[in-house]
C-alpha cells in the first residue's frame, strides 16, 4: 500500500511553544490530507480537510488561527499546534487520499504531543 | 445523531467464537464504506472496503444495506490478535470527506 510518513512520532513542548506536524506522502501524490485528533479511549475526531494550494476547511469547534494548516504541495501539508496548551496534548495523525470516493486513505503513523 | 455510530464496546469473546459489529451511518448519499482496524496507540488500518454485494475476506465478511444505510463486519473463528478497536468509515460522495465512527473494542480471550 501507499506510504504516509508522519513526524515527529513524539514531541514533548513546553506550555506556550509551538509545535509542527509534518505529513508526507512518499509514494503519491495526495490532492487532500486530513488532520485527526484522538484522546485516549476515544475515535479519531476529524480537524480539518486540507487541499493542495488552498486554505484548509476546519471542523466546527477547531480554532484555525490555533491549529494551523498548510498544503503547500502535493505530498506536504503541516500542522501547527500554536501556543499549546496542556489540554493540546494528544495523538494527531493525519491521512492522505489521492482523491475520489473510492479510494482509501492512508495514514501516518501518528504524532504523540504532550504539553507539559 | 452523529454521522456514524457503532456498537458499543468492548466486546469480549473466546477464541473461536464469531462476532458481528454493526454500523449505521446518516447522510444517504454516502458513496464508500470502510472498516479499519487500529491497535492500541497506533494508526488505523484498512481491513476492508464494503461492498452492496458483500464481500469475504478469510474470517472477515463486511455487508452494507444501503436501504438501511447499516454496515456490518463478522468476523468468524476469533484469534487473540484479532483484538484491537474496529472503525467504522464513511466517505461522503466527493470522497473528500472521511467520517470515523467512534470505533468498537474487540477482546478475544484465550
Known amino acids: 500500500g501507499a506510504v504516509v510518513s508522519q513526524h515527529p512520532s513524539w514531541v514533548i513542548c513546553k506550555s506556550g511553544t509551538s509545535v509542527k506536524i509534518e505529513c508526507r506522502s512518499l509514494d503519491f501524490q495526495a490532492t487532500t490530507m486530513f488532520w485527526y485528533r484522538q484522546f485516549p479511549k476515544q475515535s479519531l475526531m476529524l480537524m480539518a480537510t486540507s487541499n493542495e494550494g488552498s486554505k484548509a476547511t476546519y471542523e466546527q469547534g477547531v480554532e484555525k488561527d490555533k491549529f494551523l494548516i498548510n498544503h503547500a504541495s502535493l505530498t506536504l501539508s503541516t500542522l501547527t499546534v500554536t501556543s499549546a496548551h496542556p489540554e493540546d496534548s494528544s495523538f494527531y495523525i493525519c491521512?492522505?487520499?489521492?482523491?475520489?470516493?473510492?479510494?482509501?486513505?492512508?495514514f501516518g503513523q501518528g504524532t504523540r504531543l504532550t504539553v507539559v | 445523531r452523529k454521522e456514524v455510530e457503532q456498537d458499543p464496546g468492548p466486546f469480549n469473546v473466546p477464541e473461536g467464537a464469531t462476532v458481528a459489529f454493526n454500523c449505521t451511518y446518516s447522510n444517504s448519499a454516502s458513496q464508500s464504506f470502510f472498516w479499519y482496524r487500529q491497535d492500541c496507540r497506533k494508526e488505523p488500518k484498512l481491513l476492508m472496503s464494503?461492498?452492496?454485494s458483500g464481500n469475504e475476506d478469510g474470517r472477515f465478511t463486511a455487508q452494507l444495506n444501503r436501504a438501511s444505510q447499516y454496515i456490518s463486519l463478522l468476523i468468524r473463528d476469533s484469534k487473540l490478535s484479532d483484538s484491537a478497536t474496529y472503525l467504522c468509515?464513511?466517505?461522503?460522495?466527493?470522497?473528500?470527506?472521511?467520517?470515523f465512527g467512534a470505533g468498537t473494542r474487540l477482546f478475544v480471550k484465550a
Open positions: 464494503v461492498y452492496s
Open positions: 491521512s492522505a487520499a489521492a482523491g475520489g470516493a473510492s479510494t482509501e486513505a492512508f
Open positions: 468509515v464513511v466517505k461522503d460522495t466527493g470522497g473528500f470527506k472521511t467520517i
